[in-house]
Nanobody, 121 residues
Framework: QVQLEESGGGLVQTGGSLRLSCVAS????????MGWYRQAPGKQRELVAT???????DYADSVKGRFTISRDNAQNTVYLQMNSLIPEDTGVYYC???????????????WGQGTQVTVSS
């Protein structure tokens, strides 16, 4: 069993900041990548940012220059620092971990339960 626990969502005004955290725990052999996705009402889930174990980082164009993803590999934790928030950033943010579990031959994607981020205008 693998669990992802997110924290840090909330309500903030335009221009404000929030920091999301996600800890992966359980039967983990190796984490390939961790990242954040979000889903706004009536829209599909989209990639926000991802960081792989080799140090590679990707951001959605809409958040470049405003959001920063970072990882603490020793703690199986990923963070998302969100600055200069705008109403379009509103949505449920989901933590994702692509990892090899201790039992099983292949990697798989695991998801957190989601944390709400609301940016008021």
């Amino acid at each position: 069993q693998v669990q992802l626990e997110e924290s840090g969502g909330g309500l903030v005004q335009t221009g404000g900041s929030l920091r999301l955290s996600c800890v992966a725990s359980g039967s983990i052999f190796h984490i390939v990548a961790m990242g954040w996705y979000r889903q706004a009402p009536g829209k599909q889930r989209e990639l926000v940012a991802t960081a792989n174990s080799g140090g590679g980082i990707d951001y959605a164009d809409s958040v470049k220059g405003r959001f920063t993803i970072s990882r603490d590999n020793a703690q199986n934790t990923v963070y998302l620092q969100m600055n200069s928030l705008i109403p379009e950033d509103t949505g449920v943010y989901y933590c994702n971990a692509r990892l090899y579990p201790r039992l099983g031959p292949a990697w798989d994607d695991y998801w957190g339960q989601g944390t709400q981020v609301t940016v008021s205008s």
